[in-house]
């Protein structure tokens, strides 16, 4: 509309008739051109996401080999087990622990609630497998816990339970997840206000009975969608099930790739996590859609159930309780093998650590910001089914475990490799070795394809807030093009991309998986570091650059805390 | 008639703050009673003290003659069976409208509460909608669900906080006739409270007016527009101006416009002699007391006029210098500066001893 309007006015100097047409022609030639171009950024990412995922799939469907049968035969079922019981324990435990702080910290006042009630979401920035092997370095046999207890009682301690277990997974794992279930349902309850359980009260319902029978089911697809975040996290999780040798799928991935070199082995085994992931997404986006009908307008005064006595103090108990488990003592823990190690551990390989985490996450943040960017000015533009489509399927790359990402694309690009160099050796009978493996080229394409939604939403929803009757108003005033976007468009979207790049680079800096298996080689980052030492039972080497993902993952936490309280 | 509900000198204060003080009124049972007043004035405070919401710092409230609210002891407003409907109605999102009808009928059997829902939801005209979720619907039609959920359980009594005030204007004067006359069909006692004189005209038996924590008059509304009992009253209820005025004796007032002769409504003490003859008063003259008469000798200079369709209201320079309000039909169209004649109609008066 505007490129022919500018053309036409332009060109009715000269020739009128002709001209007017003419530019009508090729101004709708262009803005053909340029809507094609529009729609090829989502299409392009969404087929970027759908190779990985296509090629894990399909290997679902190719032949057994030697390797994959072995461990169908020695392995599989344990697998399967093992993630179950994760899957459940960890479900389980985030939803009663995040639900009910959610609860006393949103409707109930007790002493310390406003502390509590952004404190408990500190736990967010340690990253689950730094919590894991600083549990296993305080509670194991040889950890200071028990041999002081050991010391103190003068007993073998046979009752104290087996920190490297199932359960032992699953509470860290709860501790380090249940901030995603607390964040929603608290959100609900909060939106929810006192009023919905007056309105149960005026027709004769106690308060407990309506936390029940409304406060929950009211609060239900929030509380799921935060439990199914946890849910994928578990199920993506790498490091924390390889510190406690709990073999996943994804530990198993790492093995069959890089223990018996068997990447066809690998990649079916990605395949069977994928489809497990796959179900749990239809579940998730199932009680997304329950999200729809219940409206968030935030009650105008919240008053809360004031407690008094026990039943204020034992609520201040659990929260404090969790808060130190899950915060406190790792932290001052991490703080203390850091100090003790910091004087051999800070030097020129720390730094070198450090400067390739900073280079990935920034490099990573601004390349899904400006993909996100794109595709939300697409939807604007054209919010056709097509593009619809294809952002969901772009968006979808959040719930793919890295270890499967790892592996899917690999395989294309290593393929991708062998072509070229072939035909280079054909064409110009040219040696060129390996062109793209072995580069960061693959390790950003997996990071785009994971953390686009985690840039997208922020952007997108920042990008609400620009209605069309800004657009006009703006071209009302003379605005209109770069001008429009520099002045408005920009500091409007300006919030929602800071979000965007801080969350993109705080993930990659934790991420672990895709780097550790498609880093080019030697090129090791603070993720990789962690893995190695803590592999090795190394907890104390490991701290320094667990204390530094944890600072990492504090900034973006408490901005966006000082950004709630305005 | 026998008094279904009685507040007897409530108190309720946040914290310093005294909200309501020495409020107290009776309600008959299947009446319809009102809180009028402008907002901040406690009639919410009010509304909430009686479902037991908010505790009270002294006084009682009795329901069927039972203390459910005292300075110590404050009935769950879930043991009171009384009702509510919320300002933003608080419809449950999660349930239909089925759902949210059914919800407080916990107590009945299957069958007797889906014969209950079925009566409720053709009482409020919902019934091809029972199966759409609150956003589905428009807000009259949530007003209609919340209603319809509220009276459900058969509530002692029903309280209404601000229930039209979401809707446009047009549609509360509907609305608010169409459930004075749901209440009176399900035989209910409700209270309501608003701050729109209109509202609690068109539903109310009996109205309260509040200002500053207390009730000022609680009365019909025939009786807070025609015999206010004070001047704040006289001010919140209508349009009208003060006149100065003097009087002669017990049952006639001196104004420019002429005498006023009635029964005089001063409020004074009633020992006040001089209130009683020769005293400076305040008159209160409404529109409807001022008419138009092009032979009256009497002109007053049109100042100002807002069109009103059927009526004109014209604001007047009487002779005197003081001004009045006139309403005139609208086909005496006069302009502005013009003097037209007025005439005093008016049969009983209203007089406040006058303000220093």
Known sequence: MKASNGEALKSTGTNPNTNIVNSFYSSSVRAIRTSIGWRAIPVFIATLVLIPVGTVVSSLFAPAGDVWQHLVETTLAELLVNTFWLAVGVSLGTALLGVSLAWFTAVCDFPGRGFFSWALLLPLAIPAYVFAFVALGLFDYVGPVQTGLRTWLQSDLVWFPNVRSRLGVIVVMVLAFYPYVYLLARNAFLTQGKRSLEAAQSLGFGSIQGFFKLSLPM???????????????????????????????????????????????????????????????????????????????????????????????????????????????????????????????????????????????????????????????????????????????????????????????????????????????????????????????????????????????????????????????????????????????????????????????????????????????????????????????????????????????????????????? | MNTLLELRYIRHAYGQQTVVEDLSFTLEKGAIGCLLGPSGCGKTTVLRSIIGFEPISAGEILLNGVVISNASFCLPPEQRHVGMVFQDYALFPHLTVRGNVGFGLHRVGKVERAARITDMLDTVGLTHDAEKYPHQLSGGQQQRVALARALAPRPDLLLLDEPFSNLDVTLRARLSLEVRHILKSQNATAILVTHDQEEAFAIADQIGVMHQGQIQQWDTAYNLYHKPANRFVADFIGEGVFVPGKMLDPDHVEIELGILQGEVAHHCCPACRQCRSGGSVDVLIRPDDIVHDDGSPIRAAVMHKAFRGADILYTLRLPGGSTALSLVPSHHNHPIGEKIGIRLEADHVVAFSRQV
């Open chain 1, 219 to 566: 609060a239900r697809p929030w509380i799921a969608g935060g439990v199914m975040l946890a849910l994928m996290e578990t199920l993506a999780d790498f490091g924390t099930v390889a510190v406690f040798n709990y073999d996943t799928f994804t530990t198993a991935i790492y093995k069959a790739w890089f223990g018996m070199f068997s990447l066809a082995a690998a990649s079916q085994l990605a395949s069977v996590l994928i489809v497990i992931v796959f179900v749990v997404i239809l579940v998730e986006q199932r009680t997304r859609s329950g999200m729809r009908y219940a409206e968030t307008r935030q009650s105008a005064r919240i008053d809360r159930i004031r407690l008094s006595g026990w039943r204020a103090w034992s609520i201040a108990a659990l929260a404090s309780v969790t808060l130190f488990l899950a915060f406190v003592l790792p932290v001052s823990q991490l703080g203390i093998w850091a100090a003790s190690v910091f004087a051999r551990d800070f030097d020129q390989r720390y730094l070198e650590f450090l400067w390739h985490s900073l280079l990935l996450s920034a490099v990573a943040a601004v390349l899904t910001c400006g993909f996100a960017l794109l595709m939300v000015y697409s939807v604007r533009r054209h919010p056709d089914r097509l593009t619809g489509a294809a952002v969901r399927i772009s968006t979808i790359g959040y719930a793919l475990p890295g270890a499967v990402l790892a592996v899917g694309i690999f395989i294309p690009v290593a393929w991708l490799d062998n072509q070229l160099s072939e035909m280079a050796r054909r064409l110009f009978d040219f040696h060129s070795g390996l062109i793209l493996q072995g580069t960061l080229v693959t390790m950003l394409i997996a990071y785009l394809t994971r953390f686009l939604a985690v840039s997208y939403n922020p952007i997108d929803s920042a990008m609400h807030r620009i209605t069309p009757s800004i657009d006009e108003a703006a071209r009302g005033l003379g605005l209109t093009g770069w001008a429009a976007l520099r002045r408005v468009h920009l500091p409007i979207l300006k919030g929602g991309i800071f979000t965007a790049a801080s969350l993109v680079f705080v993930d990659v800096m934790k991420e672990m998986p895709i780097t550790l298996m498609t880093r080019p080689f030697g090129w090791d980052t603070l993720a990789v570091r962690i893995f190695e030492m803590t592999s090795e039972g190394e907890w104390e080497q490991a701290a320094l650059p667990a204390v530094t993902l944890v600072f990492a993952g504090l900034l973006p936490i408490i901005f966006f805390m000082r950004q709630a309280e305005k």
